[in-house]
C-alpha cells in the first residue's frame, strides 16, 4: 500500500521570492511531482505557524513554508520571524510524535526554478516515507 | 448587494498550454458543483478582449460578485482581471486566482494528475473567493523630483531625460566627478567614436541643467517612505575646497608636497596625482578636492609650516575646518545606476597579475592608450628612460566572466568587442606589433560588431582558440602557456606584454543599496529587474528603477537604451502626478486587541503604534496601523495572539478554508 501512497502537501510560499521560482519553473517547463499545492502569500512571516499545525489537522500529510534567502526578503525581515517561529515549531511537532519530514522549510528565490524543483522533489519523498498522517486529523471541520 | 457569495469560475485553455494536460471540461464540471459557484465557463484565451468580455457579461447580467479565473499565475495577470472586475463596477479585490499554468500544467506530464491538481486549486480558490472582502486602493501624491545613483553614462542619461520633461533630479555621484566608467575609456568600439568627446558635453549640460541638482563626492545614507514620497538623505563629503570659490586652476595641486606621489584611481594607478587634485581634466564639475586618506595636514595635522596648497589658491577656496554635510529631500521615483566594478584579475593568479608588472587589465591598456592618459597615448611599459615599447602583446579574453572557479558564470558581453578595439588601437599606435588574441568564443552580436571583428583580423589581428593555463617568465619575456584546441596543439607563446580582458563584477559596495532601497539580487550578484523580460528595468520595489551595468554587463548603447527606459518609466509616475498604493495592509480589531504591541514590535516598517482608546468607559491601549507605512507583508498577522490584527485579503478566515480545501479534497 504505501508503495502507491500520494502524499497531499500544503505549501505556503511568499509571493516576492518562492512562488515567482516556482513560476519559474513552470516557465522553464521543468516537471516535478504533482503532490504539492500552494497557498499564496505575501511573506513566509505571514504564515502563522497554527497554519501548519492546521493543515496538518485538515488532511494534509506534509508542510513546506518557503521564503526568500535570509537577508533577501522583500520585507527586510520577514523571513527571520518566519525562520525562528518555524525552528521552534519544527522542535514541537518531533516533541509531539510527528515524523520531522512532514515539516519542511525552504528558502527559494526568484530566480531559483531549478531549485524548487528539487525541493519539491525532496519534500515529496519526505513525506512518503513518513506515510499517511492520521494523529491530528478531525474528522470534522468546524468554522 | 453582496451578502451571499455568487462566483463566477473562468478557467483559461490558455491555447493548448494548459488545455494539453488538463481536462478543463472536466474541470469546469466540478467547478460548477462546488458551493455558492453560478456560472463556469472555460475560453481558449481568458485574458483576450472577448474573454474579459465573458466576465464583465456574467457580472452584469447574471449578477456575479465574485470572480475566480483558473488561468496563469496571478504574478502574470492579476492586475488585468483586477480591471475588469472594476470596468463594471465590481470592486477589483473580489478577484482570486487559481494557478493552473506555472504550477500546474506546465509541471506535469500526466493528463489525470495534473487535472486532478488544477480542481484542488480551484476548490480552494473559491473556498477563499467566497469570504473576499472589498478593498479601496488609497491614491497619493507624488513628489515630482526623481533621485539617480550614480553619475556614469546611465544616470547622466536618465537625468538628462527627467529634467528636459521638466521635472526636478537629484543626481548623486559617490566620487568627485560625473562621468563614471566611461569616461575612462579612450575609444568606443564599434565606431571608434572617442569616448571623451562624446560624454563630455552630456555631463557639461548635467552639471548647467537648471532642474538638475548635482552632489557629486556624496552618498545616499538613508531612504524612507513608499513610491511617490520616498525621504531621501545624502551625505555631502567634504572636499575641504569651498566649490563656490575654486576656480579650478590646479595650482594647488602642483604645489602639493605629495605630487605625482599618490595613484590616481582615474588612471587605474598607473598614473600619479597629489593629494588634492581633479580626478581627470575634464572632471564635472571642475572643483579640487583634498583626499582626507593621503592629504598630509588631515592625516598627521602637519604640512610643513602650513599647507602649501592652501597658501598657493589666490581664491582663498581651501578650508581644512569644512564639515560632511547632510542633505535631505523628498522625491517620487529613484534610478539606480551605481554600474559595475572590473573583475580584479588577482583572484586569477595563474595570470600572474599581481606578480609582473607587463601583465595588465583591459582598462588599465585603455588608459595607456589614451591621449590623456599617463604616457600620453603612447604603450609603453615601464618609467621614465627604462620604459619600452612592447611587440609581441597577447590578450586573453574571459577572464572572470563564464569561469565557475570565480563565480561568474556569466558573460561580461563587452570583453570580446573591447579586445578587438584595443587590439586595433594597439596596432595603430605600434608599428610592427604583434598582437594575437585567445579566446574560447567570439561573441560580436551587436550592431556592427561583427564588421569590426572582421575588419581586426583583416588587418592581420590573429585569433588563437585556447583559454591559456599560465602565465611565467622566462628571461625578459612572459610565456603564454595554452593550448590552440583548433589545432589540437599545445603552445608556449612568448610575449613582451599580456593584456586581461577582464570582465564586469557588481560594485564591492553592491550590499549598501541593497540595504538602503531592499533590492534583491539574482544568482550573478547584479541587482535583480522586476521580470527579465517585460519588466527589466523595473525592481520589486515600486517607484524604483535600474539602468546600466547595475543590473548587469552591457555596453555603451544598451546602457544609454536602459536608462532612457528608466527614465521613461519614472516619468510616468512623475507626470500623472498620483500613484496608488497597496490595499492589501493590515487592519486592528480594536475590541480584541490587548494592546501587547508584539506587533508593534515585529513591523519592520514601524507601521503600527500603541493609542489610548475608551473601551467601555476604561481606558486601554490599542494596536493601529499607519496605512500610509504599512506594505502589507503580514508578519504581524502571525505575530498577533489573538487574531485581532489582521492583514486584508491574507485573513486567517480566508486562509484556513484555503487549506481546509487542499488537505479535505484528496
Not at chain 2, 357 to 377: C, D, F, K, Q, W
Request: aromatic fraction near 8%; hydrophobic fraction near 40%.
Amino acid at each position: 500500500m504505501s508503495a502507491q501512497f500520494e502524499p497531499n502537501i500544503v505549501a505556503f510560499l511568499c509571493n516576492w521570492c518562492s512562488y515567482a521560482g516556482a513560476d519559474l519553473a513552470g516557465t522553464s517547463r521543468t516537471h516535478y511531482p504533482p503532490n504539492l499545492n500552494v497557498i499564496r502569500v505575501m511573506c513566509s512571516g505571514r504564515v502563522n505557524p497554527l497554519f501548519v499545525v492546521n493543515a496538518l489537522q485538515q488532511g494534509a500529510d506534509g508542510v513546506l513554508v518557503s521564503g526568500c534567502h535570509p537577508g533577501d526578503c522583500h520585507y527586510m525581515e520577514g523571513n527571520f520571524h518566519a525562520r525562528r517561529r518555524f525552528t521552534l515549531l519544527r522542535e514541537l511537532i518531533e516533541y509531539v510524535g510527528v515524523e520531522p519530514g512532514r515539516f519542511n522549510m525552504s528558502w527559494v528565490s526568484a530566480s531559483e526554478g531549478a531549485k524548487w524543483k528539487d525541493v519539491v522533489g525532496e519534500v515529496v519523498v519526505k513525506a512518503k516515507e513518513a506515510g499517511p498522517f492520521k494523529q491530528f486529523r478531525r474528522d470534522k471541520i468546524n468554522w | 448587494m453582496n451578502n451571499k457569495p455568487k462566483i463566477g469560475v473562468y478557467v483559461c485553455h490558455c491555447g493548448i498550454n494548459i488545455a494539453k494536460t488538463v481536462d478543463v471540461d472536466a474541470v469546469s464540471e466540478f467547478a460548477s458543483r462546488l458551493p455558492n459557484v453560478k456560472v463556469v465557463r472555460n475560453y481558449a484565451y481568458m485574458c483576450s478582449d472577448p474573454g474579459q468580455l465573458l466576465i464583465r457579461d456574467d457580472i452584469d447580467k447574471e449578477g456575479l460578485n465574485r470572480v475566480v479565473v483558473a488561468s496563469c499565475s496571478p504574478r502574470m495577470h492579476e492586475n488585468t482581471f483586477r480591471k475588469t472586475l472594476a470596468a463594471v463596477g465590481l470592486n477589483p479585490y473580489y478577484l482570486e486566482m487559481a494557478n493552473i499554468r506555472e504550477q500546474c500544467s506546465w509541471v506535469h506530464e500526466d493528463r489525470d494528475e495534473a487535472t486532478a491538481k488544477a480542481k484542488k486549486l480551484i476548490y480552494a480558490a473559491v473556498a477563499k473567493a467566497r469570504l473576499l472582502e472589498p478593498l479601496y486602493e488609497k491614491e497619493v501624491d507624488v513628489e515630482p523630483a526623481s533621485l539617480i545613483i550614480g553619475a556614469g553614462i546611465a544616470g547622466i542619461q536618465a537625468a538628462l531625460d527627467i529634467a528636459n520633461a521638466g521635472f526636478k533630479v537629484y543626481l548623486v555621484e559617490k566620487t568627485p566627478s560625473v562621468g563614471g566608467r566611461m569616461s575612462q575609456l579612450d575609444k568606443t568600439f564599434p565606431t571608434l567614436d572617442c569616448s571623451a568627446c562624446i560624454l563630455t558635453p552630456k555631463m557639461v549640460d548635467v552639471a548647467n541643467h537648471p532642474k538638475i541638482e548635482l552632489l557629486a563626492y556624496s552618498q545616499v545614507e538613508e531612504i524612507a517612505g513608499y513610491v511617490g514620497n520616498f525621504d531621501v538623505k545624502v551625505r555631502k563629503k567634504a572636499r575641504f575646497v569651498d566649490v563656490h570659490k575654486c576656480t579650478g586652476c590646479g595650482i594647488c595641486a602642483q604645489e602639493c608636497r605629495l605630487t605625482g606621489r599618490i595613484p590616481s584611481e582615474f588612471d587605474m594607478g598607473m598614473g600619479k596625482r597629489a593629494a588634492i587634485y581633479l580626478p581627470f581634466p575634464q572632471a564635472v564639475p571642475a572643483k579640487y578636492t583634498v583626499d582626507p586618506e593621503r592629504c598630509l595636514f588631515l592625516t598627521r595635522g602637519k604640512c610643513g609650516k602650513s599647507p602649501k596648497c592652501a597658501d598657493a589658491c589666490s581664491a582663498g577656496a581651501i578650508n581644512f575646518e569644512q564639515q560632511d554635510e547632510i542633505v535631505e529631500f523628498k522625491v517620487g521615483t529613484v534610478i539606480v545606476a551605481t554600474g559595475f566594478d572590473p573583475f580584479d584579475p588577482a583572484r586569477k593568479p595563474e595570470y600572474g597579475y599581481s606578480d609582473y608588472a607587463n601583465v595588465i587589465t583591459g582598462l588599465e591598456l585603455e588608459r595607456l592608450v589614451s591621449a590623456s592618459g599617463p604616457t600620453g597615448g603612447a604603450v609603453l611599459l615601464g618609467e621614465g628612460e627604462n620604459a619600452v615599447v612592447p611587440k609581441d602583446i597577447a590578450f586573453i579574453k574571459c577572464v572572470g566572466s563564464r569561469d565557475k572557479s570565480v563565480g561568474n558564470e556569466y558573460c561580461s558581453r563587452v570583453c570580446c568587442m573591447y579586445t578587438a578595439k584595443l587590439a586595433h588601437l594597439v596596432q595603430e599606435k605600434v608599428p610592427g606589433a604583434n598582437v594575437r588574441i585567445y579566446y574560447m568564443d567570439v561573441r560580436a552580436f551587436g550592431k556592427g560588431f561583427e564588421e569590426f571583428y572582421d575588419r581586426v583580423r583583416r588587418e592581420g589581428i590573429r585569433y588563437i582558440r585556447g583559454n591559456p593555463s599560465e602565465i611565467f617568465k622566462r628571461g625578459d619575456k612572459l610565456v603564454v602557456k595554452v593550448e590552440d584546441t583548433l589545432n589540437a596543439a599545445p603552445l608556449e607563446d612568448e610575449v613582451d606584454m599580456v593584456v586581461l580582458a577582464v570582465g564586469l563584477e557588481p560594485r564591492k559596495d553592491a550590499r549598501e543599496i541593497i540595504d538602503i532601497l531592499r533590492l534583491s539580487q539574482s544568482t550573478d550578484r547584479f541587482y535583480l529587474e522586476a521580470h527579465p523580460k517585460l519588466a527589466p528595468v523595473d525592481t520589486a520595489t515600486d517607484g524604483v528603477f535600474l539602468a546600466g551595468c547595475a543590473q548587469g554587463p552591457k555596453d555603451i548603447p544598451d546602457t544609454v537604451a536602459q536608462a532612457k527606459g528608466a527614465a521613461s518609466s519614472a516619468l510616468v509616475l512623475l507626470s500623472s502626478g498620483k500613484v496608488k498604493i497597496q490595499a492589501q495592509i493590515s487592519f486592528v480589531n480594536e475590541n480584541t486587541c490587548r494592546g501587547c504591541a508584539y506587533c508593534v514590535e515585529i513591523c519592520p516598517y514601524g507601521a503600527i503604534e500603541l493609542v489610548a482608546v475608551s473601551r467601555m468607559g476604561n481606558p486601554v491601549q490599542v494596536a493601529r496601523v499607519n496605512e500610509a507605512l504599512c506594505k502589507g507583508c503580514g508578519a504581524c498577522a502571525a505575530a498577533c495572539f489573538s487574531g485581532s490584527i489582521q492583514q486584508k485579503s491574507f485573513m486567517d478566515r480566508q486562509i484556513l478554508p484555503q487549506i481546509a480545501a487542499l488537505g479535505v479534497m484528496r
